[in-house]
């Protein structure tokens, strides 16, 4: 995966995540008031299509879009690109810059030490 998703692709993928496989009529009925057009939702999924994220199968005259790359996948692909670009790919200090800036409850702090104990390796 090269290419990053813009705003309103990510929130394009968000719906399909969601929902697996839809329409373009499913998308914007899942999308927030003010709603785009539906050619603009249409033209933005042709995109999604050439840069491999969404594929889609034909229903007579409509296209039913399907995502090629998992929520999953993209997080690890974009957060890679952050701890890359912003902490020198070093993910302590990552983790440490956001554990000081969300102000942590002691609760919380105990719940992510848990967490990484239990998938130390």
Do not use: C
């Not at 890359?84 to 554990?99: E, K, L, P, R």
């Amino acid at each position: 995966m090269e290419k990053e998703l813009t705003k309103v692709e990510l929130q394009l993928m968000n719906v399909l995540w969601d929902k697996e496989a839809a329409f373009v009529n499913d998308i914007l009925e899942a999308l927030p008031d003010p709603k785009p057009a539906y050619n603009t939702v249409s033209t933005f999924m042709r995109i999604l299509v050439n840069k491999g994220f969404v594929d889609y199968k034909a229903m007579g005259k409509s296209h039913q879009y399907f995502p090629l790359v998992s929520r999953e996948a993209y997080m690890d692909y974009f957060l890679s690109g952050v701890k890359n670009t912003f902490f020198s790919g070093s993910f302590q200090s990552m983790f440490s810059f956001f554990a000081k800036k969300e102000n942590l409850s002691k609760k919380q702090m105990e719940e992510l030490i848990a967490l990484l104990n239990e998938n130390k390796r």
